[in-house]
C-alpha cells in the first residue's frame, strides 16, 4: 500500500513530511504527518505517536507543539494521524464539533452509519503502525503513544487495550473517565449504541481497574492544568487516578497552576513527555539489526 507525499519541509536537521494513503480500513483516504529525525537516515528509529483532540488534523501537533527540537536531539520519529474519517458524506457528520468528523474518539464504531468508515483504532492499529514503520524502516518493536484530550483518551485506551504493543504511553489532559462526561456518552452513545459493556471497553479507567497487575512497570505520565475549562465536568482525571492506584500501576500525575487545555498548555510540557518515551524506547538500532 503506497503513501503520497503531500508536502516536505525540513526541520531540525530531519524533515517533517505529511502523506495520504486509501485506507482499506477506513475505506476512504487518510492522512497523517510524520517526523524523521536525522539519525532515521541511518538507523531504525523508535516511533513515538501523537494522538490530537477534538477538531484537530494531522497538522496541529506538528505545527503547534514545538517537539520536533527535542525529537531531532533524541532520534525519535513522531506520528501524527488524522483524527477522523472526512469526505464520507454520512448525514449530520459534520453537525457537532464534538461528534462525526474531527471527532472519532479513537475506536471502532458499531452503530450504522458510522459502522462504515470510523473505524480509527482499526486504522492506526492494523493499517497505519505496520505502513508507515514499513514504509520509513521505523523500528515497530519501539512505539511509544500519548494525546492530548480525545487523543490522550485514545492513548490510554489503545495503550491498555492491545498490551505489548506500545512501551511506554502518556497524556495530556485526557478524557480520563469517558462514561462520566458528556463527551464520552455523546461519543459512545452515537458510536457503539447504548450498552455501556461496550463502553467499559473503551474507557481508560474502567480498563486500568480491570488489570490483573500493573501494565506500564515505567509508569505512566500525566499532565493537567488547572485552569483547564474542562477540567470538572469532562476529564476526571481523578478517576484514572483512582485506578491505577488500586492495581498498582505507577502514575505521575502533574497538575499544573495557571495552565488551560491549549496547545501553550501542551508546548509547555511536551519535552517532559518526550523524554519520558525516549528512557522507555532506548536508543536508535542500526538498520537490519535484531537487538531489542
Same mark, same amino acid.
Given at each position: 500500500m503506497a503513501t503520497r507525499?503531500?508536502?516536505?519541509?525540513?526541520? %531540525?536537521?530531519?524533515?517533517?513530511?505529511?502523506?495520504?494513503?486509501?485506507?482499506?480500513?477506513?475505506?476512504?483516504?487518510? !492522512? @497523517?504527518?510524520?517526523?524523521?529525525?536525522?539519525?532515521? !537516515?541511518?538507523?531504525?528509529?523508535?516511533?513515538?505517536?501523537?494522538?490530537?483532540?477534538?477538531?484537530?488534523?494531522e497538522e496541529t501537533f506538528p505545527t503547534k507543539a514545538g517537539a520536533q527540537r527535542l525529537a531531532s536531539e533524541l532520534g525519535l520519529a513522531l506520528l501524527a494521524p488524522?483524527?477522523?474519517? $472526512?469526505?464520507?458524506?454520512?448525514?449530520?457528520?459534520?453537525?457537532?464539533?464534538? @461528534?462525526?468528523?474531527?471527532?472519532? @474518539?479513537w475506536l471502532d464504531a458499531m452503530r450504522e452509519p458510522w459502522n462504515r468508515h470510523w473505524r480509527m483504532e482499526s486504522w492506526l492499529i492494523t493499517?497505519?503502525?505496520?505502513?508507515?514503520?514499513?514504509?520509513?524502516?521505523?523500528?515497530?518493536? $519501539?512505539?511509544?503513544? %500519548?494525546?492530548?484530550?480525545?487523543?490522550?483518551?485514545?492513548?490510554?485506551?489503545?495503550?491498555l487495550r492491545h498490551p505489548g504493543r506500545f512501551r511506554s504511553v502518556s497524556a495530556f489532559a485526557p478524557i480520563a473517565a469517558p462514561m462520566r462526561?458528556?463527551?464520552?456518552?455523546?461519543?459512545?452513545?452515537?458510536?457503539?449504541?447504548?450498552?455501556?459493556?461496550?463502553? !467499559?471497553?473503551?474507557?481508560?479507567s474502567e480498563l486500568m481497574q480491570s488489570q490483573a497487575e500493573a501494565p506500564f512497570p515505567g509508569g505512566i505520565l500525566i499532565d493537567q492544568g488547572l485552569s483547564d475549562k474542562f477540567l470538572s465536568e469532562q476529564l476526571h482525571p481523578e478517576a484514572f487516578e483512582a485506578a491505577c492506584a488500586a492495581v498498582g500501576q505507577a502514575l505521575e500525575l502533574r497538575r499544573h497552576e495557571?495552565?488551560?487545555?491549549?496547545?501553550? @498548555?501542551?508546548?509547555? %510540557?511536551?519535552?517532559?513527555?518526550? $523524554?519520558?518515551?525516549?528512557?522507555?524506547?532506548?536508543?536508535?538500532?542500526s538498520t537490519g539489526s535484531t537487538s531489542s
Open positions: 507525499l503531500l508536502s516536505e519541509h525540513g526541520c %531540525f536537521g530531519g524533515v517533517q513530511v505529511f502523506h495520504s494513503h486509501d485506507s482499506a480500513v477506513v475505506g476512504l483516504p487518510m !492522512r @497523517f504527518s510524520l517526523f524523521l529525525p536525522p539519525q532515521a !537516515r541511518k538507523d531504525r528509529v523508535p516511533l513515538l505517536v501523537y494522538l490530537a483532540g477534538l477538531t484537530c488534523t488524522d483524527t477522523s474519517p $472526512r469526505g464520507a458524506n454520512v448525514p449530520g457528520e459534520a453537525d457537532a464539533w464534538d @461528534f462525526g468528523v474531527g471527532a472519532g @474518539f493499517e497505519l503502525l505496520p505502513l508507515v514503520t514499513r514504509s520509513f524502516d521505523l523500528d515497530g518493536d $519501539r512505539v511509544g503513544i %500519548f494525546g492530548h484530550s480525545m487523543g490522550g483518551h485514545g492513548a490510554l485506551t489503545l495503550a462526561c458528556p463527551w464520552g456518552v455523546k461519543a459512545f452513545s452515537g458510536y457503539l449504541g447504548e450498552d455501556r459493556g461496550r463502553w !467499559r471497553a473503551h474507557d481508560a495557571g495552565y488551560d487545555h491549549g496547545y501553550y @498548555f501542551i508546548a509547555s %510540557f511536551a519535552d517532559d513527555h518526550l $523524554r519520558h518515551h525516549a528512557k522507555a524506547l532506548g536508543k536508535p538500532t
